[in-house]
């Protein structure tokens, strides 16, 4: 690995962008070993507020950050990038259907997709934040040529984390005395959280899962809609968490995860577990610094299959949905 690395950031004046920078430039996602050279991308219309968060980056004097730059082009900020965090994506107005949504975004993403693969890093890296983030990153890959798809990743450890948190909840146990949670699925409220392989302290996810009035009328729906209970609570969509899962996910890629355990990334399909082949679908993976690997031969019961199935069945609906409208 060099000791510098380009970071590209879309979306770059959000919420999620914000709390994403500074922990980025002060070594965070990284580690302390690499410096960072800093690109912001965003929209024409919101550059100058991306220009006060450099502004703010600056003035954060980070030993580690070796340049900043705000662009308005993606082409201009991808431009020998190694990380590309894909934040910035059209999210659902008033009015808008499902449709609308994959359109809009099919269209943002198949133009990132074509130019990370003209101009990024030939080690580029990709993580999609922006919803819906699955299929966001399944439109770049398409249009990705000559990129192998297991760099194309979507943001997942938002859900294993809140996977994490709530079983230290109910269990007593603190998140560090927790592993092997998995996240199935889609990033939506059909993904599958799984504690059946988890480890609890020295306690086996599968016996406290006997309890399986907390698992499926609690932890499993408290998990899959924490996304819209925050939402509901804080009048928009959660952003120091995302940014958190978002460093973390990027961390555990570069620098390797912890041996023992394993995490969740939406991956590519490689007919993993009987899921469609170039699916951008979450397994438990782990990588050793290079590239991500899906943990095999975990043992599916019925009622993980059943909701596995029906979350890659809202993602092959997507998929169709952006092949049809000439994106993938
Ligand atoms: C989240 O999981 O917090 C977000 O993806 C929710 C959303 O729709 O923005």
Redesign the pocket.
Known sequence: MSDTMTVTVTGAAGNIGYAALFRIAAGDMLGEGIRVKLRLLDLPGAVRAAEGTAMEIEDGAFALLDSLDVYDDARAAFDGTDIALLIGSRPRSKGMERADLLSANGAIFQEQGRAIADVASDRVRVLVVG?PANTNALVAAENAPGVPGERFTALTR?DHNRAIAQLGKHTGAAARDISRVTIWGN?SATQYPDIFHARVGDRAGADIAQDRDWLENDFVPTVAR??TA??EARGS??AAS?ANAAIDHVHDWVLGTPDGDWTSVALRSHGEYGVPEGLVCSFPATSDGGDWKVVEGLDLGEFARARIDASVAELVAERDAVRELGFA
């Open positions: 919803n938002l990033h924490r996304g925050i939402i969509s959660s995302a």
